[in-house]
């Protein structure tokens, strides 16, 4: 089932980039914060992508202490905030509250994007360049409300946008490639826009998928490799 906007949970991201114990501390406020104004959001997510990560700027952030308890499953709380540790060997099919995620990987992401009942997400990057395409496809905010620039700003060629949106009328959402028919449709879709020179960076594919026509994140990743493939000059076998 597809998200609507009403669904879609609020997205924001700390400007920072590397191993930034004050970021991390950023983002453990912004969950006190919503916990304070809001006493449906006062169990969280701290969600990285394994246990390890744990180490360096989260442990200087949270404290050795209280990074040791999340390491072993416990709920810890922080300012009457209930977080609980969520890896990427150990997700979650929903989770009804706000989700902290630090230094995540687009993988990570990707489950988080699919889990129902998220109401907020907040990104701390490892690489701002690398969370660009999340932060378009999120429509995400920075957190403090300080302008992004223009690194994060991604524009699309309304041609191109209606051309996916033509593309997937018809195409099976939930296995878009499975289909040998469906398969054949979007491979002929991108090999002309890469003819016509209005395709030359397939996260760009990914970027109208998500956003724009709503496919889950993982589905977009199966088409944008179609898209990388296409453009690296590979020939797709299709009926």
């Known amino acids: 089932m597809e998200r609507d906007d009403r669904d879609r949970p609020q997205a924001f991201y700390v400007m920072s980039e590397g191993p930034q114990a004050s970021a991390v501390e950023r983002g453990v406020r912004w ?17 990285v992508l394994a246990k390890s990560n744990l180490r360096g700027a989260i442990s200087e952030a949270l404290g050795d202490e209280v990074a040791k308890r999340l390491s072993t499953s416990e709920t810890v709380a ?52 690398e969370l660009a395409y999340w932060i378009n496809a999120a429509s995400a905010v920075e957190v403090d409300g300080r302008c992004g620039g223009g690194e994060t700003a991604i524009s699309v060629n309304a041609n191109l946008l209606a051309r996916l949106e033509a593309m997937m009328l018809g195409v099976n959402r939930g296995t878009p ?8 449709r979007i491979v ?51 009926r």
């Open 31 to 47: 969950l006190v914060d919503l916990g304070m104004t809001d006493s449906a959001k006062r169990s969280a997510l701290l969600a």
């Open 78 to 129: 922080i300012d009457d905030i209930a977080i609980t540790l969520m890896t990427k060997l150990t997700p979650k099919r929903s989770w009804n509250g706000p989700i902290l995620t630090v230094f995540p990987t687009r993988d990570l992401l990707n489950v988080i994007d699919t889990m129902a009942g998220v109401t907020d997400v907040l990104v701390v990057p490892w690489n701002m360049k």
């Open 177 to 184: 490639l499975a289909n040998q028919q469906d398969r054949a």
């Open 188 to 238: 002929s879709t991108i090999e002309s826009l890469k003819r016509e020179g209005l395709l030359k960076d397939a996260e760009v594919v990914r970027l109208c998928l998500v956003r724009d026509l709503r496919l889950k994140a993982g589905q977009a990743d199966e088409v944008m490799e179609i898209a990388k493939g296409v453009l690296a000059g590979k020939k797709y076998r299709v």
